[in-house]
């Protein structure tokens, strides 16, 4: 008797555990997207403020674009 009142408690329990583990893994696959999606911004924001205009000129390069 006490075995089959312990055993959905434990099966419930397994349960828990293993919802709290998808939710924390898609909440830090949510976080790392978010992480990726960010550094690609910052990367393009700096490709698009970093224009020909502000480049240094380079004067090999200037030669072989001439």
Same mark, same amino acid.
């Given at each position: 008797?006490?075995?089959q !009142?312990? *055993?959905p408690g434990s099966s419930t329990?397994?349960? %828990? *555990?293993a919802a709290f583990f998808i939710i924390s893994f %898609? $909440? $830090?696959s949510a976080r790392i997207r978010t992480l990726r999606i960010q550094s690609e911004h910052a990367v393009r924001l700096a @490709?698009?403020?970093t224009s020909d205009a502000t480049l240094p000129k380079n004067? !090999?390069?200037? @030669?072989q674009l001439n």
């Open positions: 008797m006490h075995r !009142v312990y *055993s329990n397994y349960f %828990l *555990s %898609l $909440l $830090l @490709a698009i403020g004067p !090999v390069m200037d @030669a």
